[in-house]
């Protein structure tokens, strides 16, 4: 599963290969409520056909028409606007008042695309800068925290993966939560040391690796931009690589069980070197509380929980599993199952 940004890269890169003219548009700015956020990119061909978007469809179809009654015909790279008018804001389905500002840049070999895509393969956090006087590009390696610029001169983006994920556990759920969060622009790692959990797990894009869990927990280096979820229910497996996370910056640490052996595990890991803070910061019953009942279903309960700390949702409006309702007769655990 690609995620947009390589989708329009991709898509890209064949149209220059067929020798085909193309532009990319990405967002550079808007004021009020946006449908895309800044940094979202659409690519758009000659003949009119796009991928990839940077508004609900308005815009998008008043670049395929200026396309296919005007041609491409830019040289250079163009910042343009839309929804500067309260009559624009309505034609564009921006609120009223609101402006999108859009970079138009016109594609050939020059543009260092397959260049891009290339160390994107070997999941490296790439920058690109674009001289928007020339249309130059050059490409670097981006440091952690680095955020998109623009100003008069040049248009800085950042391509790949911004954060890192690590499963411990290669299992069924394990695969669903690897496939969703590499389409979330995570690069992703899965540790499992049990040889028959591991063989026939593939995931394309996805490093699998057998060393122990806390010793891939320490190797990562883990940062305020990684994630840890733990989905083995062994302590062996589990427990030391938690306490390592929880030592770390990572935004995330989660581990799947029941509230009884969430209970337990806490209990174990303050036998451990770790304080009452950092264990605070360990997140299980794991996941969102969205009523998931299937693999796939706490998949995206996983993501969510991690998307809402990861984008600094206030705590109060986050309903976790812990938090999710009971009544006499439920089952206090349920493996990969709705209380997770």
């Excluded at 004021?31 to 508004?55: F, H, K, N, Q, Y």
């Excluded at 028409?65 to 343009?80: H, K």
């Excluded at 540790?191 to 320490?218: F, S």
């Excluded at 990684?226 to 302590?235: G, I, K, Q």
Aim: net charge negative; with cysteine.
């Amino acid at each position: 599963m690609d995620s947009i940004d390589l989708e329009v890269l991709k898509t890209s890169a064949a149209w220059i290969a067929a020798g085909r003219r193309c532009e990319l548009i990405t967002v550079i700015k808007t004021w009020g409520s946006s449908p895309r956020p800044v940094g979202a990119t659409l690519a758009i061909c000659e003949d009119g056909t796009v991928v990839g978007s940077v508004s609900g469809g308005c815009i998008e179809d008043d670049l395929i028409a200026r396309v296919r009654d005007e041609g491409i015909s830019r040289t250079i790279p163009e910042i343009v606007s839309y929804g500067i008018t309260a009559d624009e804001a309505h034609r564009f389905g921006l609120p009223c008042g609101g402006t999108i500002e859009l970079s138009i840049e016109p594609l050939s070999a020059h543009s260092r695309i397959d260049e891009l895509l290339a160390r994107l393969e070997q999941h490296e956090l790439v920058q690109r800068r674009l001289d928007l006087r020339s249309g130059e590009v050059e490409l670097s390696k981006a440091a952690p925290g680095a955020q998109m610029q623009v100003s008069e001169q040049a248009m800085v983006t950042l391509h790949g993966p911004r954060w890192r994920l690590l499963i411990i556990g290669a299992g069924q759920l394990s695969r669903f939560l690897a496939q969703i969060a590499l389409a979330m622009d995570y690069s992703v790692t899965v540790c499992d040391p049990r040889e028959e959990y591991r063989a026939g797990w593939h995931v394309d894009g996805v490093q699998l690796v057998h060393e122990m869990p806390d010793d891939v927990v320490l190797a990562m280096n883990l940062d305020h931009r990684s994630a840890v979820v733990a989905l083995t229910h062994d302590p062996k497996l589990d427990d030391l690589a938690l306490m390592e996370a929880l030592k770390s910056d990572a935004f995330y640490v989660g581990a799947i069980g029941s509230r009884v052996n969430n209970s337990r595990r806490r209990e174990r890991l303050l036998e451990f070197d770790l304080t009452a803070e950092q264990l605070a910061r360990l997140h299980g019953p794991i996941g969102l509380y969205i009523g998931s009942k299937t693999p796939s279903e706490i998949a995206i309960s996983i993501l969510a929980e991690m998307t809402a700390i990861k984008n600094g949702v206030p705590t109060n409006m986050i309903v976790p599993h812990a938090a999710a309702p009971t009544k006499p007769g439920d089952a206090v655990c349920v493996v990969e199952s709705g209380a997770v």
